[in-house]
């Protein structure tokens, strides 16, 4: 067995640093934000109490929006853990654990043990996996099994074992039972791409049992989908196959959408300090392409699989900023690979990360000065920013670049201290919806109902608080004829919603009130913040 320098060891330690902090530090201490999270949470947590692990419901109606995995998987964990927000969240940071260990093994078998671990270490400090792995919806667990599942593929074709493959098509069958046939869309295209632009991958990738493979994934996901079929039959097809598909991706349902140029803003951003890097990295590669030297079979696969990602997903009607998650990983091993094996753009984008460093310290000293009511500690995370990029600054010009970037990777585990430590808590104390709904909960009855009026964004928190059936009243005269009902009941809704019933004559009268965040927003930090929202609790006049 090799002996494990003192170098290496630290920089392992420094790194599992890293993936705790980022993923499990404070998992838990959030109540749920709007509206998505509670939205799942509250699907699993209903699957545990009817006892019906196959079917998804919400407010105890079917839930067309996604397959069932993530459901099973997650009602798995908040029946396991007491804390049902830590519960909700463990599958998705779980998930983005999975995928950074995939990364890394990837990296390490397709190009060098260095390139891997790098990757993995980048791909830890992203933005995108801190976002998505506490936040309890499905990307990270989906990205796992779809570029998990083509990462065997891939490495089975170019270096085998071939057994790999198999695994590989079970990794794809699972992304499908996580967010549906996309998961094959997304990972045939990649792959058609790929065959398409390289004669040695053409070679390589057809000699996959596809054939075989096919018939396992079919094997392992149609099951379910036919279950659903037969149980729900129209209301699925509709709900599920047209409504979270093809509509959503072909039908204008939705205004005000981005532009062709939305998903590369979001990746520039998100692959922020390495963006310059990456850059780099491509302009190296085209340079490569045209003076006919190809740039090898493994760089080919990372460019084509975030081409597929991004592609696709820019075709769509209806876009949403983590769609491109699965595009990550990939960029992340091209990375790896500039900072180890930098051509003469990459270089110029290597060191440009420190003094880009140094302007986004800045940037943020210079907000939590003038805009932001944050305490003072938190004007350590704009200095430990500010540090590490000057100094990187200086080690890239005096010296060789070093091994491994952890003056890049120290700026961005500090802020994402600061949002535990100082963000996080701040914006706690302006959600009210959590308060609200246990108010409801602790002194409603069994035969009370319980609704809510245009609470829009926070409808599903209250649902998930409140643990009893929401009736969701939008339209005025309809509530007005549901507050005119015999029954009593309690119903939360913005001040002005009470005012415009009660005008309409609704028999309404506030028992309960309190002022917070109509929606998350980091607007709610500034020193003079946005006027807050007035909630009430009314029953019955």
């Not at 105890?60 to 007491?82: A, I, S, Y």
């Not at 909700?88 to 671990?117: E, H, K, N, Q, Y």
């Not at 084509?304 to 997903?313: E, K, L, N």
């Not at 100094?391 to 952890?406: C, F």
Request: net charge positive.
């Amino acid at each position: 067995m090799p002996k494990i320098s003192t170098h290496d060891a630290a920089a392992g330690a420094f790194a599992v640093l890293v993936v705790f902090v980022v993923l499990f530090w404070r998992l838990g201490v959030p109540t749920f934000w709007d509206p998505d999270e509670a939205h799942y949470a509250e699907t699993s947590r209903e699957m545990i109490a009817n006892g019906d692990w196959w079917a998804p419901f919400y407010n105890e109606q079917p839930f067309f929006d996604k397959p069932v995995l993530f459901h099973q998987l997650q009602g798995l964990t908040m029946r396991l853990v007491g804390d049902p927000e830590l519960g909700a969240r463990l599958v998705p940071a779980l998930g983005a654990l999975g995928l950074i260990a995939v990364t890394m093994w990837f990296g390490a078998g397709a190009v060098s043990r260095d390139v891997g671990f790098i990757a993995g270490v980048i791909l830890a400090a992203n933005p995108g996996v801190f976002a998505l792995s506490r936040y309890a919806i499905l990307d990270t667990l989906f990205t796992l099994f779809l570029f998990g599942g083509c990462a065997l593929l891939g490495l089975a074709a170019l270096r085998g074992p071939r057994r790999l493959q198999w695994v590989g098509y079970i990794a794809l069958a699972l992304a499908c039972l996580v967010k549906g046939p996309l998961a094959l869309v997304l990972a045939g295209l990649a792959f058609v791409m790929l065959i398409a632009v390289s004669a040695d991958l053409r070679t390589r990738l057809l000699s996959l049992n596809w054939l075989g493979g096919f018939i396992l994934i079919l094997a392992v996901a149609a099951p379910w989908f036919v279950y659903m079929y037969l149980r729900f039959t129209k209301d699925f097809v509709s709900g599920y196959v047209l409504d979270e598909n093809v509509r959503l991706f072909a039908a204008s349902r939705f205004a005000n959408q981005p532009g062709y140029g939305f998903y590369p803003q979001i990746l520039a951003v998100g692959m922020l300090p390495w963006t310059g890097l990456l850059v780099g990295r491509l302009v190296d590669d085209l340079r490569a392409e045209w003076r006919g030297e190809r740039p090898d079979a493994v760089e080919v696969m990372l460019w084509m699989w975030t081409a597929a990602i991004v592609g696709f997903f820019t075709l769509s009607t209806f876009k949403l900023d983590h769609y491109v998650f699965p595009a990550a990983p990939a960029l992340c091993l091209l990375c790896a690979r500039a900072w180890i094996d930098p051509g003469p753009a990459a270089r110029v984008g290597r060191h440009l990360i420190g003094p880009l460093l140094v302007v986004a310290g800045i940037a943020v000293a210079y907000l939590m000065v003038v805009r932001l009511a944050l305490p003072p500690g938190a004007g350590a995370v704009a200095f430990t920013i500010i540090l590490c990029g000057a100094t990187l600054t200086l080690q890239m010009m005096l010296r060789p670049a070093p091994r491994a970037p952890w003056l890049a990777i120290v700026p961005m585990l500090a802020v994402y201290v600061g949002v535990i430590v100082y963000v996080v808590p701040a914006l706690e104390e302006r959600k009210v919806i959590p308060d609200i709904a246990m108010f409801v909960a602790e002194r409603a009855r069994a035969t009370d109902r319980i609704a809510s009026y245009r609470l829009n964004r926070w409808a599903p928190a209250y649902r998930f608080y409140v643990g009893r059936h929401i009736t969701f009243l939008d339209d005025p005269a309809e509530a007005v004829a549901f507050f005119n009902g015999p029954e009593p009941f309690y119903a939360v809704m913005r001040r002005d919603g009470y005012e415009e019933l009660v005008a309409r004559g609704a028999p309404l009268r506030a028992i309960y009130a309190r002022e917070g965040m109509a929606v998350t927003s980091g607007r709610a930090l500034w020193r003079t913040p946005e006027p807050p929202v007035r909630y009430v609790v009314v029953v019955k006049q």
